[in-house]
C-alpha cells in the first residue's frame, strides 16, 4: 500500500494566484516525521520543511504555509501569490521510527506549472 | 563545494558494459542511500547505508551493487543492465537517527541502449 499520497498529478495557476498541494499518509507509529521537497527541472530535491508527529502547529515562511493534521493524516502545503519560478515538481515524504537510517516514503509527486 | 555531489551527470551505457556511479557527500551525515526515479512513479529506495549497516529494497535486481568505503563516499556499480533501468540515479545523505531531513544530489541520468 502507498505509505504517501499525492493525488494531484499535475496543477497548473496563473501567476499570483494560490495553490494547494495535498498530501496524505499512513503510518502506524506513533513518532514519525513529514517532509516536503521540491525538484526544479535541474532534477535536485531541494528540501522544503520537516514536522514530527508531535508538532502539530500550522507553519508558515513567506509565501509558503503547511497544514499539518493528524486527524486526517493530511500535510498540505500552500503557496501563496504563486511565482513562475515556483515550477516545479514537489514531493511529500514520511519517514517513520523503528529503523537505523532515516527511510524516507515519497509520493510520487505533484507537478506545478506557473503560466505568466 | 555542494552539501551532496554525484558524478556523473548523465550517462549512457550499453547492455553489455560496466559502469559506476559516484556521490560524495560533504555534510558530516552518517548515512547515504540510493534512489531510483522513474516517470510517474514514487521514488524507489534501493540502498541505505547507515551507522555501517547496509539495508537493501530486495525487488532491487543484483545487476545494481552499491559500495560504502566510508561515511562520506557512496558508488552503485552497474552492469549488464536493461532499458527499463534507464531512470533518474539520485543518491541522498542524511544523519541517521530518524527524524533528520535527506540532502540529495542532483542526479545521474542513466540511459541504457
Known amino acids: 500500500a502507498q505509505k504517501v499520497t499525492q493525488a494531484q498529478t499535475e496543477i497548473s495557476v496563473v501567476e499570483k494566484e494560490d495553490v494547494t498541494l495535498d498530501c496524505v499518509y499512513e503510518?502506524?507509529?506513533?513518532?514519525?516525521?513529514l517532509f516536503w521537497y521540491k525538484q526544479p527541472p535541474s532534477g535536485e530535491l531541494v528540501f522544503l520543511i520537516r514536522?514530527?508527529?508531535?508538532?502539530?502547529q500550522n507553519e508558515i515562511s513567506g509565501r509558503y504555509s503547511w497544514n499539518f493534521q493528524k486527524s486526517t493524516s493530511s500535510f498540505n502545503f500552500t503557496i501563496t501569490a504563486s511565482q513562475v519560478v515556483d515550477s516545479a515538481v514537489y514531493f511529500c515524504?514520511?519517514?517513520?521510527?523503528?529503523?537505523?537510517?532515516?527511510?524516507?516514503?515519497f509520493g510520487t509527486g505533484t507537478s506545478l506549472t506557473v503560466i505568466p | 563545494e555542494t552539501g551532496v555531489t554525484q558524478t556523473p551527470r548523465h550517462l549512457v551505457m550499453g547492455m553489455t558494459n560496466k559502469k559506476s556511479l559516484k556521490c560524495e557527500q560533504h555534510?558530516?551525515?552518517?548515512?547515504m542511500y540510493w534512489y531510483k526515479q522513474s516517470a510517474k512513479k514514487p521514488l524507489e529506495l534501493m540502498f541505505v547505508?547507515?551507522?555501517?549497516?547496509?539495508?537493501e529494497n530486495n525487488s532491487v535486481p543484483s545487476r545494481f551493487s552499491p559500495e560504502c568505503p566510508n561515511s562520506s563516499h557512496l558508488f552503485l556499480h552497474l552492469h549488464t543492465l536493461q532499458p527499463e533501468d534507464s531512470a533518474l540515479y539520485l543518491c541522498?545523505?542524511?544523519?541517521?537517527?530518524?527524524?533528520?531531513?535527506?540532502?540529495f544530489g542532483q542526479g545521474t541520468r542513466l540511459t541504457v541502449v
Open positions: 541522498a545523505s542524511s544523519q541517521a537517527p530518524l527524524g533528520t531531513e535527506a540532502f
Open positions: 555534510l558530516g551525515h552518517n548515512a
Open positions: 547505508y547507515s551507522l555501517e549497516e547496509r539495508v
Open positions: 503510518t502506524r507509529d506513533t513518532t514519525y516525521y
Open positions: 515524504a514520511l519517514s517513520e521510527a523503528g529503523f537505523t537510517g532515516n527511510q524516507f516514503y
Open positions: 514536522r514530527n508527529s508531535f508538532d502539530e
